[in-house]
């Protein structure tokens, strides 16, 4: 009575894509557990070679471990006493700033009015409503305050993370010999490279972008280049999210020059690192279709909120680089690069 399935491919596709749908679905329901989990890793990844350095110069295992932890135990309260204070101060300050805005604001219409311009349709109260524009910028500091709560949580994650990573090789030969093994490490070790060279290139970012608002007298620069080194994780679009909060600011604390040698700095360096220094140092191979870069950053602040849009490409990256390690689904990561395929980069054809 039975007739036997037809097409087998199209009916496994279906349940692929429906467990996708469901495994998406879970994620977004844990995304608090999901973000602490993810940012324990991610922290546990970019200290794992300095870990590994130390195991290879013969430091042992619970020493390094503890000059690790240390070391980010410091940078942790380096960053929220300086996060803290600022975004205390910012808070603090955020009348005077809106004051100034709306002076500001009424130059403008009265600047376009003299050159006859009707702004009797846009120069109201509701039209630039500065609590709305920065609605955006109060959720993302908020979501990072929640991070800072739950410090402790992230913070054992990384430390068991780092504890798994000393006997992880020694796990991963019992596996035994064979693609798979080979599959898995280089897998890993591209994930590692990917991961350590784009910290080190958003680190310098950031700390070019804290000086030059330092140089200008711009308030908050290490919150600015903070943000500046979080969102170069994002590339394109990443640099253009970290500008506008300190353009608006030096706008509105030391005029319309300062303002536009701010954005030209931001402009400066994130055009020389993006595109000369970081091509270089990542090579070939890594990156990702700009149109990929926005979906990402989308479908992942839409899952996890604003820390998932910090983690997009990283997470994406991760997808990217274990699909290119796939036989059967080395196609799918051509499709996610930037670059149209090579001679040679084809998936299976089985």
Same mark, same amino acid.
């Given at each position: 009575?039975?007739?036997?399935?037809?097409?087998?491919?199209?009916?496994?596709?279906?349940?692929?894509?429906?467990?996708?749908?469901?495994?998406?679905?879970?994620? *977004? %329901?844990? =995304? /608090?557990?999901?973000?602490? +989990?993810?940012?324990?890793?991610? &922290?546990?990844?970019?200290?794992?070679? $300095? !870990?590994?350095?130390?195991?290879?110069?013969?430091?042992?295992?619970?020493?390094?471990?503890?000059?690790?932890?240390?070391?980010?135990?410091?940078?942790?309260?380096?960053?929220?006493?300086?996060?803290?204070?600022?975004?205390?101060?910012?808070?603090?300050?955020?009348?005077?700033?809106?004051?100034?805005?709306?002076?500001?604001?009424?130059?403008?219409?009265?600047?376009?009015?003299?050159?006859?311009?009707?702004?009797?349709?846009?120069?109201?109260?509701?039209?630039?409503?500065?609590? *709305? %524009?920065? =609605? /955006?910028?109060?959720?993302? +500091?908020?979501?990072?305050?929640? &991070?800072?709560?739950?410090?402790?949580? $992230? !913070?054992?994650?990384?430390?068991?993370?780092?504890?798994?990573?000393?006997?992880?090789?020694?796990?991963?030969?019992?596996?035994?010999?064979?693609?798979?093994?080979?599959?898995?490490?280089?897998?890993?070790?591209?994930?590692?490279?990917?991961?350590?060279?784009?910290?080190?290139?958003?680190?310098?970012?950031?700390?070019?972008?804290?000086?030059?608002?330092?140089?200008?007298?711009?308030?908050?620069?290490?919150?600015?280049?903070?943000?500046?080194?979080?969102?170069?994780?994002?590339?394109?679009?990443?640099?253009?999210?970290?500008?506008?909060?300190?353009?608006?600011?030096? &706008?509105?604390?030391?005029?319309?020059?300062?303002?536009?040698?701010?954005?030209?700095?931001?402009?400066?360096?994130?055009?020389?690192?993006?595109?000369?220094?970081?091509?270089?140092?990542?090579?070939?191979?890594?990156?990702?279709?700009?149109?990929?870069?926005?979906?990402?950053?989308?479908?992942?602040?839409?899952?996890?909120?604003?820390?998932?849009?910090?983690?997009?490409?990283?997470?994406?990256?991760?997808?990217?680089?274990?699909?290119?390690?796939?036989?059967?689904?080395?196609?799918?990561?051509?499709?996610?690069?930037?670059?149209?395929?090579?001679?040679?980069?084809?998936?299976?054809?089985?």
């Amino acid at each position: 009575m039975t007739e036997p399935l037809r097409g087998g491919k199209e009916i496994r596709f279906i349940y692929v894509a429906a467990a996708v749908v469901v495994v998406i679905a879970g994620i *977004k %329901a844990a =995304a /608090a557990i999901v973000v602490q +989990l993810l940012v324990g890793i991610f &922290l546990a990844a970019l200290c794992l070679p $300095i !870990f590994n350095w130390l195991i290879k110069k013969r430091v042992p295992a619970a020493v390094s471990l503890f000059i690790v932890i240390s070391a980010m135990l410091i940078v942790g309260m380096f960053l929220v006493a300086v996060i803290g204070t600022s975004v205390n101060d910012f808070a603090h300050e955020f009348p005077a700033y809106q004051a100034k805005f709306l002076t500001l604001q009424q130059e403008v219409f009265d600047w376009l009015k003299a050159k006859g311009i009707d702004t009797d349709g846009i120069a109201h109260e509701d039209a630039f409503d500065t609590k *709305k %524009a920065l =609605a /955006a910028f109060a959720t993302m +500091l908020g979501s990072f305050s929640t &991070l800072m709560g739950d410090a402790f949580v $992230i !913070f054992l994650i990384f430390v068991f993370v780092l504890l798994e990573a000393a006997v992880f090789e020694d796990k991963l030969g019992a596996i035994g010999s064979g693609s798979s093994r080979e599959r898995f490490e280089r897998i890993q070790e591209d994930i590692r490279r990917y991961i350590a060279i784009k910290t080190v290139v958003s680190l310098l970012t950031g700390a070019l972008i804290t000086l030059w608002l330092y140089i200008l007298g711009v308030h908050y620069p290490v919150m600015w280049g903070l943000l500046a080194f979080l969102f170069n994780f994002v590339p394109n679009i990443g640099s253009i999210i970290a500008a506008v909060p300190a353009v608006v600011l030096a &706008l509105l604390q030391l005029g319309a020059g300062p303002a536009c040698y701010t954005a030209a700095g931001f402009l400066v360096v994130n055009g020389v690192i993006g595109n000369v220094v970081e091509p270089r140092v990542m090579g070939k191979g890594l990156g990702l279709s700009t149109l990929i870069v926005f979906v990402s950053l989308i479908f992942w602040g839409w899952v996890l909120g604003p820390v998932g849009m910090i983690l997009s490409v990283p997470l994406t990256m991760v997808v990217k680089i274990v699909l290119e390690n796939s036989s059967d689904l080395k196609w799918v990561a051509i499709l996610l690069d930037s670059k149209p395929p090579r001679s040679g980069d084809t998936g299976s054809k089985a």
